[in-house]
C-alpha cells in the first residue's frame, strides 16, 4: 500500500503519484496549472478567474474536528465549480456522506488512517442516511 490511500464511491485505491497540486500562491505563477491545493481558511474568491481553468482541488483538513474544509468545498460548488473536489488530510469514515454531500468527489488519507479505518469502514459510513433524512421518510 502506498503512503496514501484516495477513497471514492467504488472504494479504496492508489493516489496517482504523478498528480501535482500547486498551492494558491503558485497557481498565479503557473498560467498552465489545474491542479491546486487550498487550505481551510481559503477565501474561494481568492481564486477569481483562475477557477474556470482548475481542474482539480484538494481541501486540507488539518484536524477531524475541523469542518471548515466542507464549508469551503459547497462554496465552491455554488460558485460554479464543476471539477474534482478532495478532501485530505485528517478525515474519519463518519464525515464521508457529508464530505459527498458538501461536493467532494473523493477522500485522501495516509495508509496508517486506511489501515486502522479499513475500506469496509468507510462503505459502511457511505451507505448511512443522516438523521435529516430519515425524519423526512413518510411514515409506515
Given at each position: 500500500m502506498s503512503d496514501r490511500v484516495l477513497i471514492t464511491d467504488a472504494g479504496f485505491g492508489p493516489v496517482d503519484p504523478a498528480e501535482r497540486y500547486l498551492g494558491l500562491a503558485d497557481l498565479v505563477a503557473?498560467?498552465?496549472?489545474?491542479?491546486?491545493?487550498?487550505?481551510?481558511?481559503?477565501?474561494?474568491?481568492?481564486?477569481?478567474?483562475?477557477?474556470?481553468?482548475?481542474?482539480?482541488?484538494?481541501?486540507?483538513?488539518?484536524?477531524?474536528?475541523?469542518g471548515?474544509?466542507?464549508?469551503?468545498?459547497?462554496?465552491?460548488?455554488?460558485?460554479?465549480?464543476?471539477?474534482?473536489?478532495?478532501?485530505?488530510?485528517?478525515?474519519?469514515?463518519?464525515?464521508?456522506?457529508?464530505a459527498r454531500a458538501c461536493g467532494f468527489d473523493e477522500v485522501e488519507i495516509d495508509a496508517a488512517r486506511a489501515q486502522r479505518q479499513p475500506e469496509a469502514d468507510w462503505r459502511a459510513a457511505a451507505g448511512r442516511q443522516g438523521y435529516l433524512a430519515r425524519l423526512r421518510r413518510p411514515a409506515a
Open positions: 503557473a498560467p498552465g496549472a489545474q491542479r491546486v491545493d487550498l487550505g481551510p481558511e481559503t477565501d474561494p474568491a481568492a481564486l477569481g478567474p483562475d477557477l474556470a481553468r482548475i481542474q482539480a482541488i484538494r481541501i486540507a483538513f488539518p484536524a477531524v474536528s475541523d471548515r474544509g466542507f464549508t469551503l468545498a459547497r462554496t465552491l460548488r455554488r460558485m460554479g465549480f464543476t471539477g474534482r473536489l478532495r478532501a485530505a488530510g485528517q478525515l474519519i469514515p463518519e464525515q464521508y456522506p457529508m
